[in-house]
């Protein structure tokens, strides 16, 4: 592991632990097992691990789904299988998603978010555009902005359950259902005879 990905995870645990208010860069450095000049050979501040922080959460969420989506399935069941991997990995990296986002949300850094979800929303948009061209979705919809939209939708109603709620099981599931729901409605999925 290089430096700089050590005192990115490292950063990770540290904020978790001890929220970005308490953290002090010597707590990063100390996990991280560096010198704290490294420190600022590649960060000026604690806050400005924030994108590098985004980009190691989108990198994964974006392993999670394509490792649960079935390439063979339907676009519509494709589409379900996208929100229930970024509802799962709201469920499980809530805090530290937490963490990013009064992280980013604090500092200059939040113009950055854009360039850090470029992969995920280029991944979404070929889904969009090789469903379009197969003619199982809405012949009107733009893949590129369209991308932005689902991922911002998706994401955002998971954060109402596992960030801001009481992880209550059923309102994550009734509230998947609905994103489902208006997902059908507005792409307009249909079957497609191979």
Request: no cysteine; hydrophobic share 40%.
């Given at each position: 592991?290089?430096?700089?990905?050590?005192?990115?995870?490292?950063?990770?645990e540290?904020?978790?632990?001890?929220g970005?208010?308490?953290?002090?860069?010597?707590?990063?450095?100390?996990?991280?097992?560096?010198?704290?000049?490294?420190f600022?050979?590649?960060?000026?501040?604690?806050?400005?691990?924030?994108?590098?922080?985004?980009?190691?959460?989108?990198?994964?969420?974006?392993e999670?789904?394509?490792?649960?989506?079935?390439?063979?399935?339907s676009?519509?069941?494709q589409?379900?299988?996208?929100?229930?991997?970024?509802?799962?990995?709201?469920?499980?990296?809530?805090e530290?998603?937490?963490?990013?986002?009064?992280?980013?949300?604090?500092?200059?850094?939040?113009?950055?978010?854009?360039?850090?979800?470029?992969?995920?929303?280029?991944?979404?948009?070929?889904?969009?555009?090789?469903?379009?061209?197969?003619?199982?979705?809405?012949?009107?919809?733009k893949?590129?902005?369209?991308?932005?939209i689902?991922?911002?939708?998706?994401?955002?109603?998971?954060?109402?359950?596992?960030?801001?709620a009481?992880?209550?099981?059923?309102?994550?599931?009734r509230?998947?259902?609905?994103?489902?729901?208006?997902?059908?409605?507005?792409?307009?999925?249909?079957?497609?005879?191979?």
């Amino acid at each position: 592991m290089g430096k700089k990905t050590a005192i990115v995870q490292s950063a990770i645990e540290v904020f978790k632990e001890q929220g970005i208010e308490k953290t002090k860069i010597s707590d990063i450095v100390k996990r991280a097992g560096i010198a704290q000049g490294t420190f600022y050979l590649y960060f000026p501040s604690k806050l400005s691990l924030m994108p590098a922080i985004a980009e190691v959460m989108v990198a994964k969420t974006m392993e999670i789904v394509k490792q649960t989506v079935d390439d063979q399935a339907s676009y519509s069941k494709q589409f379900e299988q996208i929100v229930d991997a970024i509802y799962e990995v709201n469920k499980e990296y809530y805090e530290i998603l937490a963490v990013i986002y009064s992280g980013l949300a604090s500092t200059e850094h939040i113009r950055e978010w854009e360039t850090v979800y470029a992969p995920f929303y280029e991944w979404i948009s070929a889904k969009l555009e090789a469903a379009k061209l197969e003619g199982a979705v809405r012949q009107s919809i733009k893949p590129d902005r369209t991308a932005k939209i689902l991922i911002g939708l998706i994401e955002s109603t998971a954060e109402q359950v596992f960030l801001y709620a009481h992880h209550d099981e059923g309102e994550a599931d009734r509230q998947k259902e609905e994103v489902l729901d208006f997902l059908t409605y507005a792409l307009q999925f249909q079957t497609v005879n191979s």
